[in-house]
């Protein structure tokens, strides 16, 4: 699994949610989330027994993510170490953004497009409003070093099955590619994994969750 891939990731996901990053060491990126049950989360490059050691004996909630080719594997050293995995798993992806396919918004919404400028990076929000100006979907995405990391594409559960999550894809990819991005990355739950998989994203490495405390 290339570290650049998973630094980049990182980077735009921490400027999308204002994590506070902190020095690399272990062979693990190091992000200060700062929430109960989540205080820590270490991003493995290379994961080793020593680096799930640690975050097992770890005196506040701590979380490990690990994006491998070797799911399994790693779920077993995360397993014999003591750490409780998450049982499903999430998928770091990739696409080219200039072709990104762009449905026509269902009637009845508008979009709204904020930009905010954060440390070594801009983040764009699309939110789709519905006529009554209740939030339908939203989503953002941060601009770092010519990648568009994209975070928290959500629909709200009465405007499901429209397309919306599609839209706001759509809106982020092209507001990203007029500012000079190229190129998208995200991690992907599993009920976004068939969207983005649908709208042409490549699985670059499953990711394999656990932490200190159950999840």
Not at 38 to 57: G, H, K, N, Q
Not at 82 to 93: A, D
Not at 157 to 171: D, E, F, I, T, Y
Not at 202 to 213: F, L
Request: aromatic residues 4%.
């Amino acid at each position: 699994m290339p570290d650049d891939l998973i630094r980049r990731w990182e980077r735009g996901w921490s400027a999308c949610r204002g994590w506070t990053r902190q020095p690399e060491e272990r062979g693990a990126l190091r992000v200060l989330l700062g929430l109960p049950g989540r205080r820590r989360e270490l991003i493995a490059l290379r994961l080793s027994p020593e680096l799930a050691a640690e975050v097992a004996e770890a005196d506040e909630p701590t979380w490990l993510t690990v994006p491998t080719e070797h799911p399994a594997e790693a779920a077993r050293t995360l397993v014999e170490a003591g750490l409780h995995v998450r049982p499903t798993r999430e998928h770091l992806m990739t696409r080219p953004l200039p072709d990104h396919p762009a449905p026509l918004l269902p009637p009845g919404y508008h979009p709204v497009v904020t930009v905010t400028a954060v440390t070594a990076a801009a983040v764009l929000r699309v939110e789709l409003r519905h006529a009554d100006t209740s939030v339908a979907a939203s989503g953002q995405a941060a601009l770092v070093d010519g990648d568009t990391v994209f975070d928290r594409v959500e629909t709200a559960p009465q405007h499901r099955r429209k397309g919306l999550g599609s839209a706001v894809m759509a809106l982020l990819s092209a507001e990203a590619v007029r500012r000079g991005a190229t190129r998208g990355v995200l991690m992907a739950t599993p009920d976004g994994h068939a969207l983005y998989t649908a709208l042409g994203w490549s699985t670059a490495a499953e990711v394999v969750i656990a932490a200190n405390t159950p999840v």
